[in-house]
């Protein structure tokens, strides 16, 4: 089993800056592809970003690609999405998911093990 709780959502205004973290928990072969997905209210599910192999590859959707950036630390126990430039359509519930990585790690993959959420308004 793997267990995750993320934090560090906020409101920010357009521009803004923030830093979600994902603490993880369980078997390390069981999530060694973490990803960072998003939805909004009446919207379907958006992959944002993932990352495998303790941080050696990652990927991005393009409505995010040079404004986010996933990083994990050398424990492979949190993981992190730098958030830059923040828009008002970020505004969404930000989750994390784990999987092995045998799986593919892509933003397609389909992920065994998701966190509660942590919200993030961005306002104009």
């Known amino acids: 089993q793997v267990q995750l709780v993320e934090s560090g959502g906020d409101s920010v205004q357009a521009g803004g800056s923030l830093r979600l973290s994902c603490a993880a928990s369980?078997?390390?072969?069981?999530?060694?592809?973490m990803g960072w997905f998003r939805q909004a209210p009446g919207k379907e599910r958006e992959g944002v970003a993932v990352?495998?192999?303790?941080?050696?590859?990652?990927n991005y959707s393009d409505s995010v690609k040079g404004r986010f950036t996933i990083s994990q630390d050398n424990a492979q126990t949190t993981t992190y999405l730098q958030m830059n430039s923040l828009k008002p359509e970020d505004t969404a519930m930000y989750h994390c998911?784990?999987?092995?990585?045998?799986?593919?790690?892509?933003?397609?993959?389909?992920?065994?093990?998701w966190g509660q959420g942590t919200q993030v308004t961005v306002s104009s």
């Open positions: 369980g078997y390390h072969y069981m999530r060694n592809c």
């Open positions: 998911a784990a999987a092995p990585a045998y799986i593919g790690c892509s933003l397609s993959a389909t992920f065994s093990y």
């Open positions: 990352i495998s192999n303790g941080g050696g590859s990652t």
